[in-house]
């Protein structure tokens, strides 16, 4: 059974940093893309970034690039997403999905949610 | 970048109502169109990719279809189980976008 667990999510000031985790079971992890989609409280879902089977390619939306990092462990199963320099339109709840092969995100974890405010 | 927009933004049906929810896109976009469903507190679920390719799992009930900047997605006997929103999705140039979402609640 795929299973996409998030963690990481919390409370963070503005301007500070957090770290998002992934873990992946039940699939080859290393053969598939990965994706961040957010979704801000009582709104509409917002992709993030994605990185290819190998970390060759990686992409980010205008809104969070320079700001966020997205990166993966194969070895570990693992997706990641470091948010640095936080803003409180940031606040939201973060979900990585798999990306099936023609790019269409087929499984998603449950969600973590991050509150960025003072 | 490519914009989604849903019509309607809302609807309120009946249990065995026949639903069709619209997606254009701002420009063309051939076939690369998805939709998900997502219940509250809930992941979304894909229910259709490549505009009418139904994912595996998902009622028959379900249907899509379209190309370019059109695109419909079609509950032919709406079930207690299918209130939701719906969010239509694309690719273009490794940036994905979502359409705002279409709410369904119970009339």
């Known amino acids: 059974e795929v299973q996409l667990v998030e963690s990481g999510g919390g409370l963070v000031k503005p301007g500070g940093s957090l770290r998002l985790s992934c873990a992946a079971s039940?699939?080859?992890?290393?053969?598939?893309?990965m994706n961040w989609v957010r979704q801000a409280p009582g709104k509409g879902l917002e992709w993030v970034s994605s990185?290819?089977?190998?970390?060759?390619?990686?992409y980010y939306a205008d809104s969070v690039k320079g700001r966020f990092t997205i990166s993966r462990d194969n070895a570990k199963n693992s997706l990641y997403l470091q948010m640095n320099s936080l803003r409180a339109e940031d606040t939201a709840v973060y979900y990585c999905?798999?990306?099936?092969?023609?790019?269409?995100?087929?499984?998603w974890g449950q969600g973590t949610l991050v509150t960025v405010s003072s | 970048d490519i914009q989604l927009t849903q019509s309607p933004s809302f609807l309120s049906a009946s249990v065995g109502d026949r639903v069709t929810i619209t997606c254009r896109a701002s420009?063309?976009?051939?076939?690369?169109l998805a939709w998900y469903q997502q219940k509250p507190g809930k992941a979304p679920k894909l229910l259709i990719y490549?505009?009418?390719t139904l994912q595996s799992g998902v009622p028959s009930r379900f249907s899509g279809s379209g190309s370019g900047t059109e695109f419909t997605l079609t509950i032919s006997s709406l079930q207690p189980e299918d209130f939701a929103t719906y969010y239509c999705?694309?690719?273009?140039?490794?940036?994905?976008?979502f359409g705002q979402g279409t709410k369904v609640e119970i009339k």
């Open positions: 039940g699939f080859t992890f290393s053969s598939y893309s």
């Open positions: 420009q063309g976009i051939s076939s690369y």
């Open positions: 999705q694309q690719l273009n140039s490794y940036r994905w976008t």
């Open positions: 999905a798999r990306a099936a092969a023609q790019n269409y995100f087929d499984y």
């Open positions: 990185i290819s089977s190998s970390s060759s390619y990686i």
């Open positions: 490549a505009a009418s």
